[in-house]
């Protein structure tokens, strides 16, 4: 098994600055190619700390793959880092120049006399040539570990991994390759502790398995994770831990994939040759951005109407002011005719309501902060329920009302019981 870290350099990744979203993705594709990640780490721009976390990892690791500090200014010092610690020096790489100099002809951009910085590479490395950004990356062995050194650019860093760093770790493993297989099963309607509780025997039922919970509000995912040798056999073993799983959550489940909740509603409603049309108070628009973060949904979503205050439920969706009046904004009739009047005015298959109080201030002991009434109207029916949900926070009670929502939708589309 090959053992893999992970190094990010920057003062700005090393003080919290900007995010470093660069080491998920990285130990997200090596694990999935059979490395085995065992650290994550950041150092800043300091010369001396970057040469011992340098030599510290080539004593332990295999591989390592280390983004930024490549750049043309002076606190970009990963390449003079990993000269020194190997014990070499820095020359310059002539393809490496003449591709930094065209980079900037092409775009006619003004060439500076720093970015010739960026093609000096230690001695011995095999340089990774930068198609896409000016930034070369370069392979190098220091003691028993090979690194590989990538820009920090994001676009620029995938681009190289994935064209020039992950073949050389597939052949590293040559016919011993370990496959790290996850499978992602998202679930909304049960608390993390439930959800665990449930599902804690799958290690049992399948020793092989490892078991994982994220909370990732306003769902939980169950992560199902299996190292293997065998890719085909492994995805079978998956498969009937993950039918073990549904056996459990039931239909609390709504993805077995980790696609969202949205996609999979769109998924349903394409399939279904369904449209839906929405009408949304409390949670301001929030279901319409959902659905509409996809690709083609515009085949299945036809209209997204934010009748925030009451005159343009009235105006735009066609609610009684009698019942607004008799019952008030956040209430299950007022719900069912905002369903029904987004329904009749988008000319879809469906419609569906939203009106609460998302906090934190505006409760009353009726309706206190966290209440959401939904409706949903089909071509036979509209129906209207009332929930409840004790988040204190605005952002979380809107995230949860229009999960809730297309929950609701979800379960009609697939036959289901109500949630509870």
């Known amino acids: 098994m090959i053992i893999a870290e992970i190094l990010s350099t920057g003062d700005e990744i090393r003080s919290g600055a900007l995010v470093d ?51 043309p200014t002076v606190d970009d010092r990963s390449a003079e880092a990993a000269a020194a610690v190997a014990g070499v020096a820095l020359a310059l790489d002539q393809r490496a120049l003449d591709d930094i100099e065209g ?33 070369p990356g370069f392979r190098l062995k220091i003691h028993r570990c090979t690194f590989f050194f990538l820009p920090g650019v994001p676009y620029e860093m995938k681009h190289l991994f994935g064209q020039q760093v992950l073949p050389d770790i597939e052949a590293m493993q040559a016919g011993a390759r370990q496959f790290s297989l996850v499978r992602t099963i998202s679930t909304f309607g049960l608390p993390e502790s439930t959800v665990g509780e449930r599902v804690a025997g799958v290690t049992l039922e399948y020793p092989e398995i490892t078991l994982g919970l994220r909370a990732k509000f306003p769902e939980i995912q169950v992560k199902l994770y299996l ?66 973060n996809t690709a083609g949904s515009s085949d299945y979503f036809r209209l997204s109407a934010v009748t925030y205050h009451n005159q ?17 904004a956040v209430h299950e009739e007022t719900a069912c005719e905002m369903a029904a009047g987004a329904r009749r005015a988008g000319g879809s298959t469906y419609g569906l309501a939203t009106t609460g109080i998302a906090g934190p201030d505006g409760g009353s ?6 209440t959401v009434c939904i409706a949903l109207a089909t071509p036979e029916k509209t129906t209207g329920r009332r929930f409840y949900f004790s988040f204190g926070r605005r952002l979380m009670n809107k995230r949860i009302f229009a999960m809730a929502a297309l929950d609701m939708l979800r379960r009609h589309l697939i036959q289901a019981e109500p949630q509870a």
Not at 312 to 328: N, P, W
């Open 21 to 71: 979203s660069n080491s998920a993705y990285l130990a997200d594709m090596m694990e999935r190619h059979g490395a085995k990640v065992t650290r994550h780490q950041s150092v800043g721009d300091d010369l001396p700390a970057l040469t011992q976390v340098l030599a510290e990892i080539g004593q332990r690791a295999d591989i390592a793959v280390v983004t930024g500090g490549l750049g």
């Open 365 to 370: 002991d009726e309706k206190p902060v966290g």
């Open 103 to 135: 980079f900037f002809r092409k775009r006619n951009r003004p060439y500076a006399a720093s970015n010739r910085k960026q093609a000096m590479i230690p001695q011995g490395a095999k340089v990774l040539y930068n198609a896409v950004g000016t930034a």
């Open 312 to 328: 343009s439920k009235i105006d735009v969706l066609g609610v009684s002011q009698q019942t607004l009046v008799r019952h008030g």
């Open 227 to 292: 190292r293997t040798s065998d890719e085909n056999e492994g995805g079978a073993l998956l498969d009937r831990a993950d039918q073990w799983v549904c056996g459990q959550l039931g239909e609390h489940i709504f993805s077995h994939t980790g696609r969202s909740m949205a996609d999979e509603v769109g998924g349903l409603l394409k399939t279904q040759n369904a449209t839906l049309s929405v009408a949304e108070s409390c949670t301001g628009g929030l279901i319409g951005n959902w659905l509409t």
